[in-house]
């Protein structure tokens, strides 16, 4: 259903271009949707940095539902990975809260340099993430209003620029981009509905259908008081419905069921009809985990 174009080559060089960096970092920072945890993570990341520390950002925490919330944190936490959710855009703490997890996670590491008589330096962290997962804003909370780019670090092959977040912590300022598992049908359907898929390749309507669906599965008060749509209320009326309700209709009174798509879309999308997870922690099998 969802047909997403990509391009093999250019999804190598991507992948090359991440590996080349990785060995530069000394932990990754993996930025994820919080409305779809599982879905908007990155399948290679898991053999690529596979020893390295991992904190996994659940991002846009504020329109997601807190308690799915707090159960994929204590699922997806590990011995090597620790998981925050913040909402980026307006959480003040959201920089020290991950320096302090980066301090956290690389503290073997830091011992083990001061045990072999090394001064620790600042360690090393790349964003990583699939497109629109928030890397860029992420960047930016931590990198702060003060802080200098600084110079290619000796023993990195590459010329990097760093990003010098704080005395401890180093960030990669090109944020690694890679793709989300397409293979599987509803990875790619939840991925649309978040809008990190292009939306001109999208069936929308179909889209917006499944939304609907995923939405009355678990917030079934939601459809009913936004659009009067209930529990028995048949998939194939739903656009119908939400045009009726938001008053989008064509000039012979017809519903416009286009416009109904992307209204509702959009109302989902940026909050309006509540904190919502579409990708719950009960539902998806234990070795899902990643
Ligand atoms: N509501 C909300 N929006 C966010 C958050 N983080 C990022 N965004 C928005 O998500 C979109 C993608 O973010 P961006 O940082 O550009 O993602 P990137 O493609 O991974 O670099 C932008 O419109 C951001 O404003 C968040 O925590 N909450
Ligand atoms: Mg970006």
Same mark, same amino acid.
């Given at each position: 259903?969802?047909? !997403? ?9 991507? #992948?090359? @271009? ?7 970092? @000394?932990?990754?920072?993996?930025? #994820?949707?919080?409305? !779809?945890?599982? +879905? ?10 596979? =020893? ?27 011995? &090597?990975?620790?998981?925050?959710? $913040?909402?980026?855009?307006? =959480? ?9 997890? /980066? ?11 001061? /045990? ?11 964003? *990583?993430? %699939? ?8 960047? &930016?909370? !931590? ?16 010329? $990097?620029?760093?990003?010098? /977040? ?31 898929? &292009? ?11 499944? /939304? ?12 009913? @008081?936004?659009?009067? %749509?209930?529990? =028995? ?14 008053? $989008?209709?064509?000039? &012979?009174?017809?519903? @416009?069921?286009?416009? +109904? ?6 109302? $989902? ?6 904190? %919502?997870?579409?990708?719950? *922690? ?9």
């Amino acid at each position: 259903m969802v047909n !997403i174009q990509w391009y093999p080559g250019h999804m190598e060089k991507a #992948r090359r @271009d991440m590996q080349d960096s990785l060995k530069a970092v @000394d932990m990754i920072i993996e930025v #994820r949707d919080a409305r !779809i945890p599982l +879905a908007s993570a990155n399948p290679m990341l898991d053999q690529m940095a596979k =020893d390295k520390p991992r904190l996994i950002v659940l991002s846009k925490a504020d329109l997601a539902d807190p308690d799915e919330t707090e159960k994929w944190i204590k699922r997806l936490s590990g011995d &090597n990975a620790m998981v925050l959710a $913040l909402d980026m855009q307006h =959480d003040k703490s959201a920089r020290k809260q991950v320096i302090d997890a /980066a301090g956290k996670l690389t503290e073997a590491r830091r011992n083990r340099m001061i /045990a072999r008589g090394i001064r620790p330096r600042a360690m090393r962290a790349m964003a *990583c993430g %699939i497109p629109n997962s928030g890397k860029s804003t992420l960047i &930016n909370r !931590i990198a702060g209003k003060n802080t200098a780019k600084t110079a290619d670090k000796p023993g990195v092959t590459r010329s $990097l620029t760093w990003i010098h /977040a704080d005395k401890t912590l180093d960030l990669l300022d090109t944020p690694g981009v890679l793709w989300p598992k397409f293979d599987d049908q509803k990875t790619g359907q939840y991925l649309a509905v978040t809008g990190a898929i &292009n939306e001109d390749i999208l069936n929308l309507k179909e889209i917006a259908v499944f /939304a609907a669906d995923t939405v009355r599965s678990h917030y079934p008060q939601t459809l009913k @008081d936004e659009y009067g %749509i209930e529990e =028995d209320t048949p998939s194939e009326k739903y656009l119908e419905m939400i045009a009726q309700k938001r008053r $989008l209709l064509k000039e &012979n009174g017809i519903p @416009d069921e286009e416009r +109904a798509a992307v209204v509702f879309l959009h109302e $989902l999308r940026r909050g309006a009809l509540g904190r %919502i997870t579409l990708e719950r *922690c009960d539902e998806e099998a234990e070795d899902l985990q990643q």
